[in-house]
């Protein structure tokens, strides 16, 4: 695998699910799947055609060796996480039901929650563009907390870009005592993410423009509330993207997708607006499961989605797909000359809808 242009550090858990969305007490089939905020950002921009590694730490039991292999399936690189004999990985279940999804985790003592500032030697010798990390490693223990530390610490000054999203657990830690310490870390981030939710559960903010008064220190904020949109806040000014129409299975790792729309779009050079676009596109697709992790929809639909009107835009996937069509039509009845959105070194021009603005230095 070429060097890596993101590298994601964080624990992941192997996950179980019902087959279908309904309570956990009453399914009789559930699966296996891989669930992790930084591997599945990893693997939504390995399905996006980036090069991506993943850090961390797994059991050597058979859960550990699975998530290894399907995070590796799905094009991450996976050569810098570590076997621990002693510490199992974690587990955890998801319970959807009417009132939204419940998570138990099964996590204390996991190998992941060894991890300390050693773990980070690969990626500190050699930094990538970004590193994407999240407020859940921090929560994690003592070890993982010095950790996070140290990576932010190293790569202060650099040019890498470290990339934070707040990801507040509750069962994990409580607002009082992560409240103080993510804000700390989201201070010395290049690009912060945030529910509006979390923030007003951390902070007591409840207006997007209040969380960047709050967080004023990342050049880059973006501030996602629920259903309604997410807003974005640079050096530019602000740009708010409504979320489009889409199916709602259970919304768990949505937020794990859009971060990894968004720095997609950020590696690519599109404009603030899109960024926040192929977040909402990714969002949805893992809006539509139960896993945490699903395949990104084909490039020609992500390039429509990125150039659609706004009232396509609020319709949908169904009207991204039309509009496309629509297109291919008026160019001749196909789509040659569209380069794919999934291709690590292609653009996507102008010439067929989006801005062929290449691949920028951050």
Same mark, same amino acid.
């Given at each position: 695998?070429?060097?890596?242009?993101?590298?994601?550090?964080?624990?992941?858990?192997?996950?179980?699910?019902?087959?279908?969305?309904?309570?956990?007490?009453?399914?009789?089939?559930?699966?296996?799947?891989?669930?992790?905020?930084?591997?599945?950002?990893?693997?939504?921009?390995a399905?996006?055609?980036?090069?991506?590694?993943?850090?961390?730490?797994?059991?050597?039991?058979?859960?550990?060796?699975?998530?290894?292999?399907?995070?590796?399936a799905a094009?991450?690189g996976?050569?810098?996480v570590?076997?621990?004999?002693?510490?199992?990985?974690?587990?955890?279940?998801?319970?959807p039901?009417?009132?939204?999804?419940?998570v138990?985790?099964?996590?204390?003592?996991?190998?992941?929650?060894?991890?300390?500032?050693?773990?980070?030697?690969?990626?500190?010798?050699?930094?990538?563009?970004?590193?994407?990390?999240?407020?859940?490693?921090?929560?994690?223990?003592?070890?993982?907390?010095?950790?996070?530390?140290?990576?932010?610490?190293?790569l202060?000054?650099?040019?890498t870009?470290?990339?934070?999203?707040?990801?507040?657990?509750?069962?994990?830690?409580?607002?009082?005592?992560?409240?103080?310490?993510?804000?700390?870390?989201?201070?010395?981030?290049?690009?912060?993410?945030?529910?509006?939710?979390?923030?007003?559960?951390?902070?007591?903010? &409840? /207006?997007?423009?209040?969380?960047? $008064? #709050? *967080?004023?220190?990342?050049p880059?904020l973006?501030?996602? !509330?629920? %259903?309604? @949109?997410?807003?974005?806040?640079?050096?530019?000014?602000?740009?708010?993207?409504?979320?489009?129409?889409?199916?709602?299975?259970?919304?768990?790792?949505?937020?794990?997708?859009?971060?990894?729309?968004?720095?997609?779009?950020?590696l690519?050079?599109?404009?603030?607006?899109?960024?926040?676009?192929?977040?909402?596109?990714?969002?949805?697709?893992?809006?539509?499961?139960?896993?945490? &992790? /699903?395949?990104?929809?084909?490039? $020609? #639909? *992500?390039?429509?989605?990125?150039?659609?009107d706004?009232v !396509?835009? %609020?319709? @949908?996937?169904?009207?991204?797909?039309?509009a496309?069509?629509t297109?291919?039509?008026?160019?001749?009845?196909?789509?040659?000359?569209?380069?794919?959105?999934?291709?690590?070194?292609?653009t996507?021009?102008?010439?067929?809808?989006t801005?062929?603005?290449?691949?920028?230095?951050?």
């Amino acid at each position: 695998m070429a060097m890596a242009e993101v590298v994601c550090v964080g624990e992941t858990m192997a996950m179980v699910a019902p087959v279908h969305a309904e309570p956990l007490e009453l399914a009789r089939e559930v699966a296996i799947h891989t669930g992790g905020a930084e591997s599945n950002v990893a693997m939504y921009l390995a399905g996006l055609g980036h090069q991506v590694a993943w850090v961390s730490r797994l059991g050597d039991d058979p859960l550990g060796h699975r998530v290894l292999a399907d995070v590796a399936a799905a094009g991450v690189g996976t050569s810098l996480v570590e076997f621990d004999r002693a510490a199992p990985t974690g587990v955890y279940f998801k319970d959807p039901g009417p009132k939204g999804t419940r998570v138990f985790y099964y996590r204390r003592g996991s190998a992941a929650s060894l991890m300390t500032a050693a773990t980070l030697r690969s990626v500190l010798a050699s930094p990538p563009r970004v590193v994407h990390a999240s407020g859940i490693t921090p929560a994690l223990s003592p070890t993982c907390d010095e950790m996070m530390s140290e990576l932010f610490g190293c790569l202060e000054g650099t040019t890498t870009l470290v990339s934070f999203d707040i990801n507040f657990r509750p069962a994990l830690w409580g607002p009082k005592e992560a409240a103080p310490r993510l804000h700390e870390l989201a201070k010395r981030a290049g690009v912060v993410f945030v529910g509006l939710d979390e923030a007003q559960t951390l902070w007591g903010t &409840h /207006q997007p423009r209040e969380v960047r $008064d #709050l *967080l004023s220190g990342p050049p880059v904020l973006v501030v996602k !509330d629920g %259903a309604t @949109g997410a807003t974005a806040f640079d050096s530019a000014g602000e740009v708010f993207v409504p979320c489009p129409r889409v199916a709602v299975s259970e919304p768990v790792g949505a937020g794990d997708a859009f971060a990894a729309g968004w720095l997609s779009g950020l590696l690519r050079g599109l404009p603030q607006a899109q960024r926040l676009r192929l977040g909402h596109v990714l969002a949805g697709v893992a809006l539509a499961s139960t896993a945490d &992790h /699903q395949a990104p929809p084909p490039p $020609d #639909l *992500l390039a429509a989605a990125l150039t659609v009107d706004e009232v !396509d835009w %609020a319709a @949908g996937p169904e009207a991204w797909a039309k509009a496309g069509e629509t297109e291919a039509r008026a160019r001749g009845g196909g789509t040659a000359g569209r380069e794919s959105l999934a291709a690590s070194g292609g653009t996507v021009r102008e010439s067929v809808g989006t801005l062929d603005r290449g691949r920028r230095s951050i």
